[in-house]
């Protein structure tokens, strides 16, 4: 039974990603939409949500774009990691994310 994870907190909400990361199971996915893709920036958090769920972490597009942050934080679904070998974010549309969450037996929605 998989669950879809979003998060709208920024990294700075310590005890927030800490209950998450406790929550993640794996097979689980973890999206970050709104002010959450800051934390595309701690590349430590991102690389233990990944490990812990065994999936890379998704990120809204739009919400990405609106706070300016670079695109080389993103993978694409061709190419997952960097030059350095390092997993990547991949990005999604609102489609997309529709997509994920009929794909997931539940959501649980991290605010």
Known sequence: MST???INKSQEHIRLYDSLTRAITSGDTVLLIEDACYSLLDRELIAELEETSGKPVLTLCDD???????EDLLGDTENLTNTRGETRTRGISYQEFVQQALLHNKTI???
């Open 4 to 6: 879809l994870h979003t």
């Open 64 to 70: 990405h774009k609106a706070r300016g942050l670079s």
């Open 109 to 111: 929605s991290w605010f």
